[in-house]
């Protein structure tokens, strides 16, 4: 897991470590939360000026493997690719490096489903979505 095309610094802040000094496991969803954002601007899925309660995605599934601790100070960055675009959901793959050394830290993969908030259902992963993710990944059709 160590292609990604894009990345995202994250600030390992005093408040993510838990009592054992390094950060605490729940911290790294909200990594991954601020990078996928970042990935989705970047990718112009959406602006920061946008509700997600328009057209916005839905964490169906999360899987994270911790390979090493990360610790306060640690220069990281946070990797966001998409793997796979389904009809109403796209898998992305997700990973926390440690920006000096290269190392990874962790990996996690999730299913992340478009959905309608207004609406309150699913709906389809928009064109317009597909078309840029597969232009910034070059993902094969």
Avoid: C
Avoid at 10 to 19: A, C, K, T
Avoid at 22 to 27: L, Q
């Amino acid at each position: 897991m160590s292609d990604f095309r894009f990345y995202q610094p994250i600030e390992v802040r005093y408040g993510d470590l838990d009592p054992q000094g390094h950060v605490n496991n729940a911290k790294h969803l909200t990594y991954f939360e601020q990078a996928r954002v970042a990935y989705m601007i970047e990718l112009g899925l959406f602006t920061k000026d946008q509700s997600f309660m328009k057209i916005g995605v839905i964490v169906a599934d999360v899987h994270i493997t911790y390979l090493a601790p990360i610790y306060f100070g640690q220069n990281i960055k946070i990797g966001v690719r998409t793997a796979k675009i389904g009809n109403k959901s796209m898998t992305w793959e997700q990973n926390v490096m440690d920006a000096d050394s290269g190392r990874e830290l962790s990996t996690g993969e999730l299913v992340i489903v478009t959905y309608d908030y207004e609406t309150g259902k699913t709906i389809s992963v928009p064109q317009e979505w597909r078309e840029s993710i597969v232009q910034f990944e070059g993902l094969k059709v």
